[in-house]
């Protein structure tokens, strides 16, 4: 399951409790921080194309599942106005040996941060706004991660 | 030929809109009718930073939409 919320995420509206045939559960979760590039961070305002996000999203999901030996991940992310501290996203992945969970994990992180089309804009303290460009996808574009799962 | 076309973060904030029809005098691909409208509203990503997506899809600068499509210019993204 893949969720963009409008409002704070509520964990246990979303992540269900764990599997029989589970071992490990691998739980990213990203925070706001009060420093980027060097500049004072404020609050953050995510925005979303949510039809689209969520379709992305799904895709990355079922990615993960194919590409690993998990039994399921769950990720949301929420837009609007965000402070410092508050979480933007949380990712939740089942699998049977802490391995293929944490693989799984990152790998789905490193992909939302590439393709799926939410946006940043940082409000900084001295009064300067800007959209954030993930380098990452900036620089090496959307296949830039294809050698990850390749190589497994 | 309507299309629809969808701004988002930068851009929409450039364009002053969320959406709006626009009619194409003649068949052109993407990244032509991206320029076309960076032109009209000074968007801050040359054609080369962005992304395209039609129906919800990502798609090359070169597709030609077709009439009704969702087109929507993805500035890069910064999810996470």
Redesign the interface.
């Known amino acids: 399951m893949f969720k963009i919320v409008d409002g704070p995420i509520v964990l246990h509206d979303y992540f269900e409790s764990t599997l029989d045939e589970v071992g490990g559960i691998v739980t990213f979760e ?1 925070r706001v921080r009060d420093n980027n590039q060097g500049k004072k961070v404020k609050k953050l305002l ?4 949510c ?3 969520e ?2 999203g799904a895709k990355i999901l079922k990615e993960a599942k194919s590409f690993f030996a998990i039994s399921k991940a769950d990720c949301i ?1 929420r837009t609007g106005v965000l402070a410092i501290r508050d979480l ?2 949380r990712i939740s992945v089942y699998a049977k040996h802490r391995e293929a969970a944490f693989l799984a994990c990152q790998y789905i ?1 490193d992909q ?10 940082e409000f900084y303290i001295d009064g300067e706004t800007e ?4 380098l990452t ?2 620089n090496q574009g ?1 296949a830039h991660h294809d050698h990850f799962h390749h190589a497994r | 030929m309507k299309i629809q076309i969808k701004y988002f973060a930068g851009l929409r904030e450039k364009a002053g809109k969320n959406q709006e029809e626009i009619t194409l005098q003649e068949v052109c691909d993407l990244k032509s009718i991206y320029l076309k409208l960076s032109g009209q509203y000074h968007f801050p990503l040359s054609a080369h930073e962005i992304k395209y997506s039609v129906n919800n899809e990502y798609v090359e600068c070169s597709k030609i939409p077709c009439e009704n499509d969702v087109v929507v210019f993805i500035p890069p993204v910064a999810g996470g």
Do not use: Q
């Open positions: 990203g995510y925005e979303a194309f039809e689209m996000a379709l992305e992310h933007a996203i992180i939302v941060k590439t393709r799926v089309p939410i946006w940043k804009k959209w954030v460009k993930c996808c900036a959307i």
